[in-house]
Antibody, heavy 125, light 110 residues
Framework: EVQLVQSGAEVKKPGESLRISCKGA????????INWVRQVPGRGLEWMGR????????NYSPSFEGHVSISTDKSIGTAYLQWSSLKASDTAVYYC??????????????????WGQGTTVTVSS | QSALTQPASVSGSPGQSITISCTGT?????????VSWYQQHPGKVPRLLIY???YRPSGVPDRFSGSKSGNTASLTISGLQAEDEADYYC??????????FGGGTKLTVL
């Protein structure tokens, strides 16, 4: 089964660091970009950035660049989202999502077709 | 980059059709045929409904369709069903090689 499995919920204090993970299964991990999406409770989806596991090339939304870091360990098929200093405003659910692929024509597209189950991050003093 | 503009809410009765709009700029929606739509039920993971403006992934009913005119993309749901009640988000590729979501639209099935 094609799936993305994310790490469990985290409770942290402001100023602490954190890394959450997203492990791919059932597909060749290095051939798909992995995106990260934030959802603050009661709010909408926000695209944070994406990584190409082949060469670790990353793109970030201007809203998140400099505050988070996206990386990957392709040897274990896992992507990461990392903070060096959390803020209370980072409290949210974080999803990883795979770049879409139409297998009938061998075409990668910008939509996100497979999503992780989400990781809840709570930052509170 | 600013979020794409969607109506906060739409509603319709079972069997009817509704359309959700998604307005951007020439730097995103209007500049590329890379608009996607997602459905999210409360407490659930988003689900891809439409990619590249008009294409449905395998398993998505053909009641869901997408279109675009200028800087505005649209999602139409025909033959509304109770289970369609959810939040809907559009997304577009941008000239900065990033992606941006709309603010989301809550669909109520009356």
């Amino acid at each position: 089964e094609v799936q993305l499995v994310q790490s469990g919920a985290e409770v942290k204090k402001p100023g602490e660091s954190l890394r959450i993970s997203c492990k791919g299964a059932g597909f060749p991990f290095t051939t798909y970009w992995i995106n990260w999406v934030r959802q603050v409770p009661g709010r909408g989806l926000e695209w944070m950035g994406r990584i190409d596991p082949t060469d670790s090339y990353t793109n970030y939304s201007p809203s998140f660049e400099g505050h988070v870091s996206i990386s990957t360990d392709k040897s274990i098929g896992t992507a990461y989202l990392q903070w060096s200093s959390l803020k209370a405003s980072d409290t949210a659910v974080y999803y990883c999502a795979r770049q879409g692929y139409d297998s009938s024509i061998g075409y990668y597209y910008y939509g996100m077709d497979v999503w992780g189950q989400g990781t809840t991050v709570t930052v509170s003093s | 980059q600013s979020a794409l503009t969607q109506p906060a809410s739409v509603s319709g009765s079972p069997g009817q059709s509704i359309t959700i709009s998604c307005t951007g700029t020439t730097s995103d929606v209007g500049g590329y045929n890379y608009v996607s739509w997602y459905q999210q039920h409360p407490g659930k993971v988003p689900r891809l409904l439409i990619y590249d403006v008009t294409y449905r992934p395998s398993g998505v009913p053909d009641r869901f369709s997408g279109s675009k005119s200028g800087n505005t993309a649209s999602l139409t749901i025909s033959g509304l069903q109770a289970e369609d009640e959810a939040d809907y988000y559009c997304s577009s590729y941008t000239s900065s090689r990033t992606q941006v979501f709309g603010g989301g639209t809550k669909l109520t099935v009356l």
